[in-house]
């Protein structure tokens, strides 16, 4: 599947390029921390998953659509659709399954443990969208394949996502300033940075919402939905209410962080809060 790395390779690259010459022109936030520190502990990970991921099952979810559509194993192989419309739809149903994985991702201790390393970032950028603990992104991509399976997804569509969410990831976590019309457009679709932001806010109540990572509808009609932060975009402060050695935290100890306890009242404030209660948009 060599055409296939390329192609996410050329993804990668092209939004990387372009979402950080527009946080270069038009930053939102203030840095808190030297970018160049943050640039080499996130494109470090970053690179550390694509080495893993080509060592292993980097095109798993691709080859498993392949082997769905032979075997016409999966629920949208269970009725005659036409081509566009199992596409759209195998889009949409995988975004779903993406923020319900998030939804875990927060409300299980374990997933948490290999997630709160994405949370402990003192800073957004675009590097921020795919800097994730190794083990997070195998069991996401193990999670992915049972879903293509289950759905019986076309490669195409899958594809198209994976590349779509990744492009989407590293939007939604640039520090970039958009225009609040411009911004309200586009949040009625597709998640945007002030929308994401909120995600990781030091606040467990805010970071237990706004769980989508490229369509806003899920967040909307889940009822976890957050319009505003409430100490205002530029003040917010991002990252873990419980991890108070954030700014010393490398590589190495980003990579062991989900082995180490969990603080107990804060992974329970994490659960608790996690219940969806959280839907004060009116937008
Ligand atoms: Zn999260």
Redesign the pocket.
């Known amino acids: 599947m060599d055409g296939e790395a390329t192609f996410r390779l050329g993804i990668f690259l092209l939004v990387l390029l372009l979402v950080a010459s527009l946080e270069f022109w038009q930053p939102k936030r203030q840095w808190r921390e030297s970018r160049k520190k943050r640039w080499g502990i996130n494109l470090g990970l970053i690179a550390l998953n694509v080495v893993i991921q080509r060592a292993t099952l980097g095109a798993a979810a691709v080859l498993m659509a392949v082997h769905v559509q032979a075997e016409g194993w999966g629920l949208l192989n269970l009725v005659e659709l036409p081509w566009w419309l199992a596409f759209l739809i195998g889009l949409l149903l995988l975004d779903l399954a993406i923020y319900l994985q ?1 939804v875990l ?2 409300a299980l201790p374990f997933f948490w443990r290999l ?1 709160q390393v ?2 402990a970032d003192l800073d957004l950028d675009v590097t921020s969208g795919l800097r994730f603990h190794p083990l997070e992104i195998l069991l996401s991509l193990i999670y992915k394949v049972a879903v293509v399976a289950a759905l019986g997804l076309h490669p195409l569509t899958v594809l198209v996502f994976e590349a779509l969410l990744n492009a989407a990831s590293m939007f939604s976590h640039a520090n970039i300033r958009l225009k609040p019309r411009l911004e309200r457009v586009i949040r009625w679709f597709v998640i945007t940075p002030d929308m994401h932001r909120i ?2 806010s030091i606040h467990p109540r805010e ?1 237990n919402s706004n ?1 989508g990572f490229f369509l806003s509808i899920w967040d909307r009609l889940l009822g976890t939905y957050t319009q505003d932060p409430k100490d205002g975009h530029l003040k917010m402060t991002l990252g873990l209410d419980y991890q108070q050695m954030q700014e010393k935290l490398g590589l190495k100890d980003l990579l062991l962080m989900p082995f180490k306890p969990l603080p107990k009242a804060d992974s329970e404030t994490q659960q608790s809060s996690s219940q969806g209660s959280n839907s004060q948009g009116s937008q």
Do not use: G, N
């Open positions: 998030h991702a927060h997630h994405h949370h995600h990781h970071t769980y």
